[in-house]
Structure formats: structure tokens, C-alpha cells
């Protein structure tokens, strides 16, 4: 269906492009979204009324525009490029109104395409061709059958619940209905370094990488090989400890070479079974060939970043011994391996690993497989998000083993390694491109039993350079020891009034395409006045970058519509749950909640590090809330990575929220883009001094 809608579009090729995402609510790679995807359809009525087209045939694109291009493979600037001037070219725009229902069946679904097909005509009857609309009733007798539906209307009143009477009012108030595009690069015939931006435009569309994450996505789309390489491997059989399953079992020999490599970021392990006989247990790793641009600051060869250090578990911790088949004989220890002087946000650096060794503590019968991990430090780069990994990837291929290929050698081979690979998982544990944001490293690793099986499991991380780090040298002993005494003997009782924590998005006012996530941190004056400092994040060294005052629907009455005009009500993203009180819980935010929903915000915002901004540059920009139409609609990706990290679900704060009370009214000079298409921005002028001004 991708490739239908790419022809309507004017678009060559399958990969979907993001109108067709939108509308089906796709937000992962290209091959995660078609796996998960059992069928589609959509039924609906489309009611154009013009047509916008280009005139000029030939287009030709702005000499800036050209010059933008990066000769070379430049992740930063090709990123720069595609957040700039986009991957297409609009080449025209039907103008009206369309009503459509999109269906999405999992591949968990059990129904049938008779069943669908059922489905979608009862759609029909229900949505389109009653005389009052019961667009809801109906369908849902489908919902516990894994199928996603979704409502869309563009043009028209969308207030109006009756098909008929929607498409009544679609003349008055038109909208965007269909786009057709020209790929950009097809007006780049000639540039240098087009094959490059062609390449991270089809990686962009491929696997959808949030636009914030897409420098550091593209820099790690390099080669990655598995270390030690199969050349590499010993054709004698080395002298190894063992295992032993059972009395009479097959023992399983276990390799302690020391893996290394070197300063090369390390993306996944394995488990895998080696030797003539393949019984012989050994881990590889895999990396990337060659170091990101972005890290060669940090960990080029020239950079000193000190001995790498070997890390595993203690050796007489028995509570994390568990067994592997029985009790008395041999174990595995599950102790988790990661670096203990690395912390989410700590800018002194980040432990990355970059070696491995398996070994084996001799206990007789009971010996106790472990795992030893080689840290490295990569100074100057902070870790934003880590996560232990339990879904392995299907393995390429056990290697195949050497030695005789005699008929009986073989026989006793197979039947061997067939029992050992019973009991050793040698899936691979790795995140590649697929797994947004596309550029993961592994951090930390433990062995684990599961079924019987000796698995491996991994901690992967996002790991980022100091890009929110404000200039200048590192704090002294005599500025830290001014700070502590200033902590004993000062009164902060301003600050001290912040009590509660909410995590929301705010869009910016004169470019809507920009949506971030804020942390206001609240100090409520009385109840009908807060005043918040907004913070990027909820870390020690989150950078402030503004100001927001919440007033009430009482106070917001008494101000004059152009003060009015600045001001944006909360109604939307308290129903919509993107107003969250992390680590909250909801039944006490509950009356809170009830109150927000009726109050108006002014947030100016002084600092803009989303575009990359070191220090607070220019003039504040007036911050707008989302309201859930046209461009203020939360992106996907940045509401589930905040409801990753607080482990939330925005869709369930939304659907437990559904008795809160909307405001019996909300004044149209509030959420002035929404009602007026028009937003305000400051502008910073030269202007005559006051000649009255009194000085001292």
C-alpha cells in the first residue's frame, strides 16, 4: 500500500513516506513497521475542490541550496541539510476535504481477510452512511482483535459528528488533502557529493530516526565486523576448563582468550560454539570498523584516556550463582558487569565496553561460568539513556567447524553439538540502524540460565558529546568550597518553593516545525498564580532555558486581548496526557489535574539548545502549548521516549483522564496560532534611549 501511496504522491519506490506514516501512526524503521503489519486498508470519502500546481515545468533550485550539498560523507551536515530543505519538493496540493478511516491489522491478529473485509464494510455503514454518525459504536467490537483504527478528517467542521453534515461544511473551511513531490535530489544532477546526500536521505526514510538524533544516526552507518574474525580463530585445540550438565553428559570446554578491540565502539555479543567438535564455548564482539566522526574528538588515538581496566564479578558471591541443568552440577554467574563510576549525565566521561573473556571458577563438580568485561573511558561524552537488552537477534550462522569430515567424525559432531547448542544461546545481542535511534553502544553485559540455556544479555546506551554543555573551564576547589559555604549560610527560600515536577512539550511560536520536551519545575504563589523554571532536562546540569507563569481562568479574564493573545490554555494537554507528573501518582495528581485543565501559560523561552545554541542566543521566542491539530501535534518519538524513561503510558494518563471536565469555555484569544494562524516573535532593535531617564 506504500508504493499506491507513493504513486498518488508522484514518488518512486516502496519506502513510505511520512503522510503515510501519519496516517497509519508508523513511527519505527521501514522492515520493523512491515513485520509488525498483517494488512491495511482505509475506506473513506476524499472531496476535492481544487488544485494548487507548479507552472514552471523546469524547477531549479536556489545556488544556496546547492551549496549546502557536502562533497564527502558529513553526517553533521548532511543532517543539517535534510532538517533545512526536507527530502522532497511540493509540486502541488489538492485543496478540500477528506474523511477516512485507517485500519491497521497486527500480525498478532487472528482474523482472517474475510473477517476484514466484514470489518471494513460495517465501517461504512456506521461511519458514512447513517444519518447521524456512530463512528464509534460499532467498530469496536473489533478492538480486542489487535487492529488499530484510526479517525482522520482534513477541511470541514470537524466538530460536526454527521458525515453529511462534516461534508456540508467542507467548502467554507478547506484543507489540504493530497501533495505530490519531486525527490530534492532529482534537482541536484551535478553536485558534488549528491551520492552522499542521496544515501542519508534513503537511510532518513528508511528507518525514520528522530531529526535531533539523525547526525550521530548517520555517523554510525559503518561497516561492522565481529571480532575475533573467523581467520583468526586457533585450529589446535587449546587447553580449557569445562562444564559439566549432568553425570554422563557431554562436557562443554570454555575459551578464556581475551577479546579485545581496540578503541573501536563495540555494538553486540554473542555466544558461539567453536572446535572441531563444537564444544568449545568462546564470545565475540561485534563493532563498528572504523570511529565515528563524532567520537573522534573524544577518542581519537591521540586522545589520552588512560589504561583500559578489566571488570567482572566477585568470585565467592554465590548469590548470583544459578545452575545450569541441576543443583550439583555446574552454574553460571549472573552478576550483572558494567562500569561502576559511570552515571546518566556524568560529564567527566563514559565506560564503553571494548574486550570480553569468559572463565571458569573451579569448584569440582559445581564449577561457575563467568564473564569478565574490558572498559574503556571516553572522556568528554555523557550516557542520555541506557537499557539492559533481553531480545536477542536471530543468529547469520554458527561457524563451521574444521577437523576431519569423515562419515563417523561427522556423525559424532552432530550429534554432540547438537545437545551443547541446546544448552547455549548463540543469538546475537545488538542494536544496528532498526533500533531507534539508531546508534547504540554496549556498556554493560551478563550471563544468564533461561529454560535451561545459557544465555547473554546486554546493556546497550546512547552515549552524546558535551553539545549541552555551556563553554568554559571545570569548577575549582575555591569556587566549589564558595558554593558549600554559600549552601550552610544563605537562605534560598525562592527556590525552595519549586515543589513539584512536570514533564511536558512546548512548541515554538514562530517555527511550529520545532516541538521539544520541558521540565517546568513549579513554585505556586497561591492558587490561582504558579510561576515554573523550565529546564531541558531533570538532571543536576539540565540547562534552564525559560520561564512559564500559569494563571487562572478567573485572572486570564481580567487581562486586555492584546496581553491575551500571548497566553495558551492547558485544557489539551491535560486530556491528552502530555501534561505528567513523573513518579506521581496519578490518583494524587488527580485534583491537581482538574485545576490545570482550566488555567492559561505564558512561557518565553531564553535559551534554544534544541537547535544547538552553547550559550542563551537572540531574543526569547514565545512558546506555544500543542493542541492535537494541524502542526501542533506531539511527534510520536518524543512522547514514548519520555514515557520510556519515567515508565509511563501517555495513551493511559489520557484514557484515565476522560472524566476530568473540559473548561465550559476557552476564551479564542488564547492559542492564538490555533484560532488565527498567526504567531508573535520578538525582534531585537536600536532605539533612541529615553532622555527623561533619571541617573544616580
Excluded at 484514557?655 to 469555555?665: G, K, L, Y
Excluded at 484560532?675 to 533612541?688: N, S, Y
Aim: charged fraction near 20%; charge should be neutral.
Amino acid at each position: 500500500m506504500a508504493e499506491e501511496f507513493n504513486v498518488r504522491s508522484g514518488v518512486k519506490g516502496n519506502i513510505p513516506l511520512g503522510c503515510f506514516n501519519a496516517m497509519f501512526n508508523y513511527t519505527g524503521s521501514w522492515q520493523v513497521d512491515a513485520a509488525s503489519t498483517k494488512s491495511l486498508a482505509l475506506v473513506g470519502y476524499f472531496i476535492p475542490l481544487y488544485d494548487v500546481k507548479l507552472a514552471k515545468l523546469t524547477l531549479v533550485l536556489h545556488n544556496e541550496i546547492r551549496r549546502a550539498v557536502p562533497s564527502s560523507w558529513d553526517p553533521a551536515s548532511l543532517a543539517s541539510f535534510i532538517e533545512n530543505y526536507g527530502t522532497h519538493i511540493v509540486t502541488s496540493v489538492t485543496i478540500g476535504g477528506r474523511d477516512v478511516v485507517y485500519i491497521r491489522q497486527h500480525q498478532s491478529s487472528p482474523l482472517p481477510v474475510s473477517e476484514i473485509e466484514n470489518y471494513v464494510n460495517d465501517m461504512i455503514k456506521h461511519r458514512f452512511h447513517e444519518a447521524e454518525s456512530q463512528s464509534i459504536t460499532g467498530p469496536l467490537k473489533y478492538k480486542d482483535k489487535d487492529i488499530t483504527v484510526i479517525f482522520r478528517r482534513r477541511g470541514g467542521d470537524d466538530l460536526e459528528q454527521s458525515h453529511a453534515r462534516w461534508a456540508e461544511t467542507v467548502p467554507a473551511a478547506p484543507d489540504i488533502i493530497n501533495m505530490t513531490f519531486t525527490p530534492i535530489v532529482s534537482l541536484l544532477e551535478g553536485v558534488p557529493g549528491l551520492r552522499h546526500l542521496t544515501r542519508a536521505i534513503e537511510l532518513y526514510l528508511e528507518y525514520k530516526p528522530p531529526i535531533e538524533d539523525l547526525q550521530y544516526f548517520l555517523d554510525y552507518q559503518i561497516a561492522r565486523a565481529w571480532a575475533p574474525e573467523q581467520s583468526n580463530l586457533q585450529r589446535k585445540e587449546p587447553v580449557c576448563s569445562s562444564l559439566q550438565f549432568s553425570l554422563m553428559g557431554p562436557k562443554l570446554f570454555i575459551s578464556a582468550d581475551q577479546v579485545t578491540v581496540g578503541r573501536k565502539p563495540v555494538t553486540g555479543l554473542r555466544l558461539s560454539l567453536e572446535g572441531s567438535k563444537q564444544n568449545r564455548l568462546s564470545i565475540h564482539l561485534q563493532h563498528l570498523v572504523s570511529l565515528p566522526k563524532i567520537l573522534q574528538p573524544h577518542w581519537d588515538s591521540h586522545v589520552p584516556i588512560g589504561a583500559p581496566k578489566w571488570q567482572g564479578p566477585e568470585e565467592q558471591d554465590s548469590r548470583w550463582f544459578e545452575p545450569i541443568k541441576w543443583k550439583n552440577f555446574s552454574h553460571v554467574s549472573t552478576s550483572p558487569i558494567e562500569h561502576t563510576e559511570t552515571h546518566i549525565g556524568d560529564l567527566s566521561g563514559v565506560h564503553i565496553v571494548t574486550g570480553a573473556q569468559l572463565g571458569v571458577w573451579d569448584f569440582g563438580s559445581k564449577n561457575v561460568l563467568h564473564l569478565k568485561l574490558l572498559f574503556s573511558k571516553v572522556p568528554g561524552c555523557t550516557i542520555r539513556r541506557s537499557v539492559w537488552d533481553h531480545t536477542p537477534v536471530a543468529s547469520s550462522g554458527r561457524l563451521e567447524p574444521g577437523g576431519p569430515s569423515t562419515s563417523s567424525s561427522t556423525e559424532e559432531v552432530s550429534g554432540q553439538s547438537g545437545k551443547l547448542a541446546k544448552i547455549v544461546d548463540s543469538s546475537e545481542m545488538l542494536k544496528g540502524p532498526q533500533d531507534l535511534p539508531g546508534h547504540w553502544l554496549v556498556t554493560g553485559a551478563k550471563l544468564g540460565v533461561e529454560k535451561g540455556k545459557i544465555v547473554l544479555r546486554v546493556k546497550m546506551a546512547l552515549s552524546g558529546g558535551d553539545d549541552q554543555v555551556p563553554p568554559g573551564g571545570p569548577m575549582t576547589v575555591s569556587t566549589r568550597l564558595i558554593d558549600a559555604g554559600s549552601t550552610i549560610m544563605q537562605r534560598r527560600l525562592p527556590v525552595k518553593q519549586m515543589n513539584t515536577h512536570v514533564s511536558t512539550f512546548a512548541i515554538y511560536g514562530g517555527d511550529m516545525s520545532r516541538l521539544i520536551g520541558t521540565h517546568h519545575y513549579v513554585h505556586r504563589v497561591n492558587d490561582e498564580f504558579l510561576q515554573c523554571a523550565v529546564y531541558a532536562s531533570d538532571r543536576s546540569d539540565a540547562p534552564l532555558i525559560g520561564i512559564e507563569y500559569v494563571i487562572s481562568d478567573r485572572l486570564y479574564e481580567t487581562l486586555s486581548e492584546d496581553e491575551q493573545k500571548l497566553w495558551h490554555s492547558h485544557a489539551y494537554e491535560v486530556k491528552s496526557g502530555s501534561w505528567a507528573y513523573p513518579r506521581l501518582p496519578e490518583v494524587v495528581a488527580a485534583p491537581e489535574l482538574k485545576n490545570i485543565a482550566k488555567t492559561y501559560g505564558k512561557f518565553w523561552c531564553t535559551w534554544q539548545i534544541d537547535r544547538g545554541d552553547k550559550l542563551p542566543m537572540g531574543a526569547p521566542e514565545l512558546m506555544m502549548s500543542p493542541q492535537g491539530v494541524g502542526q501542533g501535534v506531539l511527534r510520536p518519538e518524543l512522547v514514548k521516549r519520555r514515557d520510556e524513561k519515567y515508565n509511563i503510558s501517555t495513551d493511559d494518563l489520557k484514557h484515565t483522564r476522560a472524566e476530568i471536565a473540559e473548561p465550559e469555555w476557552i476564551n479564542p484569544m488564547a492559542d492564538y496560532w490555533k484560532q488565527h494562524g498567526k504567531c508573535f516573535v520578538l525582534d531585537i532593535a536600536t532605539v533612541e534611549m529615553n532622555r527623561h531617564a533619571q541617573f544616580p
